[in-house]
């Protein structure tokens, strides 16, 4: 069978499983007895976990597909060819807009078969609400099955390309695109939906709890809090791998150019990790704590996940350049459709679950009684807000040149000083957050500290060594308006005493509980510390690894006595290799070099190996570059060769970036990852517990 006729299968099993859904409302149509429940249950779930096998199946035609050269498949010839490695043949699945909308669907396919699961677990006072989240999963699989199918992965070559002869299939395919063939390109975009999945199943769930809330069973949210939480902990701890390792990509590939550009699919993908985040922290909700305390989990966790349809929208519909986007809009008005009806259901789910806590709120005179945990809930809150309001600044600087543009008539793009501007100022004063509201560390509340703190952030902002420590360089800070060109000239040094202090409160809150706590307790605060603390350190030295890189551009002639200087570099090439490489046509696909170098620095060697350069004359004479990284302990040093095109007179030129603390970077990250796994791990463990010794 076809992968094309199995996600056809797989549609119609999701579509059975919301026809079933109305069975219960109206007569069967073999008689007028209505279907037992259970029966009607036990039909979904199997429909479900069928759609679930045919979407699997749909996915692994394409994949083999693309292993065995299947050129007369449209997606094969275009992402993959017969001299490329078995690897790169495997990971073009995740090459292209069509494959990608497979994989993705594939994915929800399989979170909905948990929603089902959680569903005929579900006590009776939680099934409706367990039964919407499954029914809505359900909506999420036909609609992305239906994307699927629009974008069609499975179109043959013939027909996609009708000039050419019926039934023609090309001997040979175009190829990876040279940037997708990093080796960390499927891990990333692999990590990437599998957090999108779970964040999916997030969202099913907040939206089942809001709609109870909204019919007047309030405690909804407080029940399903719990499960919500370890899917939302889930996601958020598969979101931050997949950055990381996005960030490893972007390091090594010359075309994303650094780190991080602010590309706009980088900047969406942040905010939905920011927006997570912000969930995560949000008060619990209690007796005698308002509507906004009760919504605000359900409700960030279900915004994030329409973050992630906006962050495909803009990725597949051209709104944006980036180097992200996929050729071609078919799918935009199916995303765009999709993405109006999620925030449609949301504001309203929303809405109504408002309205019935207020009315709960009215019933119970006990909620008039002063509250005692709402002193405590300012910690989590201000943690919340500063997130949420980062998250809407990101999306705000997506936004805003759609708007413009349609507007004005004409191109209109923000510069990467407003995201940089902005983003520093919310990064200080969530570190401030951090060191302020930490539960249990003593600089809780310590006027004294907090003032000392302040006082260095102002020196700090005002010490800026050399003009590489000031938030924006000169260039960029031209044609800004008065108070940005202020703003851009402090020093990232402003960065460091809210980084000390909030690390500061961090680790005295790690000490203070771990001596006092039990095995679980001290996970999950051994979990929290390292996330706080990869967090800070991610912040600064991100922040100041980018302003304090410094590049230079140098001619070199291989095999040359000397090498060539630039005070106190040096660098020398030894060789250069040339190599052609053929496709099954005899024709040259690939022509590469090869160039040999070291790299001194005050007579100490830094770095040493090949750069490489290989230039597609398929692909109109494309060239791609692949970087010599050498990392050190403190510094990282980059080698990027320009090809003998670029050559002139004096040598062939290189280029050598020296790159501050970016091990502090990968460690940061690390520790925010590994944190997040020790604290997911605690809640798995807690809830896997008896309820008499999980509250203990």
Known sequence: MSGQALLVLAAVASGGVLLLALLP??????????????????????????????????????????????????YVWQHTASYQPLGQRVSALLAGQEGTLLVWSLVVAVFALVAASLARRASLADAAAARAAYLTMTALTLALLATTLRSDPFLSFADAFPTVAAGTVPIEGRGLNPVLQNPWMPLHTALTFLGYGALALGFALALGQLLAAGRGDGRAIERGRATLMRAAAGSWLVLTLAILSGLLWAYEEMTFGWYWSWDPVEAATLAIWLVLTAA??????????????????????????????????VTRSGLHPSVHAFAGGATAPFLGTLLALLGAALTGATLAARAGLRRASRDRAADRAPDPARPA???????TTLLSGLGAMVIWGLTFPILATRIAGRPIELETAYFNLWGSLFAIAILFTLGLTTPGARLRGDRRALTVALLATLLAAALAPSERWRLLDPDQRVGLAPLYQAWGQLSALALL????????????????????????????????????????????????????????????????????????????????????????????????????????????????????????????????????????????????????????????????????????????????????????????????????????
């Open 25 to 74: 409302a109206a007569p069967t149509l073999v008689g007028a007895a209505r279907v037992r429940a259970p029966r009607l249950q036990t039909a979904q779930f199997l429909l479900t976990g069928l759609a679930a096998i045919f979407a699997t199946g749909a996915a692994l035609d394409l994949a083999l597909r693309l292993v065995a050269g299947g050129f007369g498949t449209r």
């Open 280 to 313: 995560l922290h949000a008060p619990a909700p209690a007796a005698h704590g308002g509507p906004a305390r009760w919504l605000a989990t359900p409700v960030l966790v279900a915004g994030a996940w329409v973050l992630v349809v906006f962050a495909a929208f």
């Open 377 to 383: 809930a300012r910690a989590p809150w201000a943690a």
């Open 497 to 696: 005493p809210p980084g000390l202090y909030a690390l500061a409160a961090t680790l005295d809150r790690w000490t203070r509980r771990w001596r006092d706590g039990g095995a679980l307790e001290r996970l999950r605060e051994a979990g929290l510390a390292l996330v706080h603390a990869g967090f800070v350190l991610t912040t600064v030295a991100l922040a100041l690894s980018t302003l304090l890189t410094t590049s230079v551009t140098l001619p070199v002639v291989p095999g040359a006595g000397e090498p060539t200087r630039a005070g106190a570099l040096a660098v020398h090439a030894t060789e250069l290799r040339r190599t052609d490489l053929s496709d099954a046509r005899g024709a040259v696909v690939e022509q590469r070099e090869a160039l040999a170098v070291t790299v001194a620095v005050g007579g100490t060697q830094v770095a040493g190996g090949t750069a490489e350069l290989t230039t597609y004359p398929d692909r109109g004479q494309a060239r791609h570059a692949r970087v010599l990284i050498d990392r050190g302990i403190w510094t990282d040093t980059q080698v990027i060769y320009h090809g003998v095109a670029e050559s002139g007179p004096a040598g062939l030129p290189v280029t050598v970036r020296r790159i501050p603390l970016a091990a502090a970077v990968w460690w940061g990250l690390l520790l925010l990852a590994g944190g997040a796994g020790l604290g997911l791990a605690a809640r798995l463990a807690r809830a896997a517990r008896p309820p008499a010794e999980a509250g203990a």
